[in-house]
C-alpha cells in the first residue's frame, strides 16, 4: 500500500525552503471531531440547538505513523532538534497548512521486523506545536 505524503518547507529569514516530504501522520487512525454546540431548553419547554461563536486556540497535536524505517524515524528526530519553524502541505481543506515545531519524539522498534532493506520498523510519534494554520 503506498502511502500518501504532505510537502515539507523550513523557515529561512523571510523564505520557506523546501525541504522534502513526509509521510501523512495518522493516516491509518480515526480522529474524533468534538462539536462544540450545546442543547438548551427554552422556557416553554422547548429545545434549541446553540452554536457558540468558536475562536480557535492554536495548540499541539499528536503526530503517529505506524511501520515506518529507520531512515524516516531518523529524520523526524532531526526535524525535532533543529528547532527550526516548519510548514506542512497537508492538501486538507480543512487543516491547510500547519506551521509549527516538531516536538518530543518518541520511536518504538517493532520487535522482530524488517523492512525490504533490513532496515528497523518503528511505531513513531511526535508531538506538532501548531503556531500557525491557512
Not at 450545546?38 to 452554536?51: A, F, K, P, R, Y
Not at 492554536?58 to 527550526?84: A, D, H, Q
Not at 521486523?113 to 500557525?132: A, C, E, M, P
Amino acid at each position: 500500500m503506498a502511502r500518501s505524503s504532505w510537502a515539507l518547507y523550513y523557515r529561512s529569514g523571510t523564505m520557506w525552503v523546501a525541504d522534502g516530504s513526509i509521510y501523512r501522520p495518522n493516516e491509518d487512525f480515526e480522529l474524533a471531531i468534538n462539536s462544540t454546540q450545546t442543547e438548551q431548553n427554552l422556557v416553554d419547554g422547548s429545545e434549541v440547538i446553540v452554536t457558540p461563536q468558536t475562536i480557535f486556540n492554536y495548540g499541539t497535536v499528536p503526530l503517529k505513523w505506524l511501520s515506518v524505517n529507520s531512515t524516516f524515524t531518523n529524520k523526524i528526530i532531526s526535524l525535532c532538534k533543529t528547532g527550526r519553524l516548519y510548514r506542512m502541505v497537508t492538501n486538507d481543506p480543512v487543516w491547510g497548512n500547519l506551521e509549527g515545531y516538531f516536538r518530543n519524539p518518541l520511536p518504538i522498534q517493532v520487535p522482530g521486523r524488517l523492512d525490504d532493506d533490513d532496515s528497523t520498523i518503528y511505531n513513531l510519534s511526535t508531538l506538532f506545536k501548531i503556531v500557525n494554520m491557512g
